[in-house]
């Protein structure tokens, strides 16, 4: 993993997250608005996977759709080395990393992740919170169990390109 660059989009992710609860806030509404998705390093079975909540209504100063949270999980990887008697092999770690899921699985501990690092922030603005989601995992069933989440949308366009 890259410890510098994940560092630096949290704390993007952080801001936006401010401005759009301001955003949200001022405009007199009770709950932000927010998209869930991952992206995989290569394809999808990946030893690398991101998430992120994009914030869905547009934000000054943005020419984007903001990410207002951000989380990495990552595979570790091992090599497995002969024994110097042609036999024996042992597992070498190259590189640990902090999940050893598969790939639904790890997109479900993204979501968890992002939860955890928004859910105290929403409460302390006494925001709600709305999901728009692929559907392509249960999240739903641990997002209806999320006492601060009011609506969960389907992202249809999502499912036509996985036809």
């Given amino acids: 993993m890259f410890p510098a660059l994940i560092s630096k989009a949290e704390e993007s992710a952080k801001r936006a997250l401010k401005a759009a609860i301001t955003h949200t806030i001022t405009k007199g509404k009770k709950a932000l608005t927010i998209g869930f998705d ?28 903001a990410v207002v949270a951000f989380h990495v999980v990552e595979k570790s990887r091992i090599i497995i080395k002969k024994g110097k008697d042609g036999t024996s092999e042992e ?59 009011s609506e969960i949308y389907a992202y249809l366009k999502h499912a036509s390109k996985n036809i």
């Fill in 38 to 65: 991952c992206s995989w390093s290569h394809s999808r079975n990946a030893k690398q996977a991101s998430g992120e909540f994009v914030y869905l209504e547009e934000l000054e100063d943005y020419g984007h759709k």
């Fill in 91 to 149: 597992k070498v770690v190259i590189h640990q990393g902090n999940i050893d899921a598969s790939s639904r699985q790890m997109e479900h501990a993204i979501l968890i992740a992002l939860l955890e690092q928004i859910i105290p922030i929403l409460e302390e603005s006494d925001l709600l919170l709305e999901v728009c989601i692929d559907r392509d995992l249960d999240s739903n069933k641990t997002l209806a169990n999320v006492p601060i989440v």
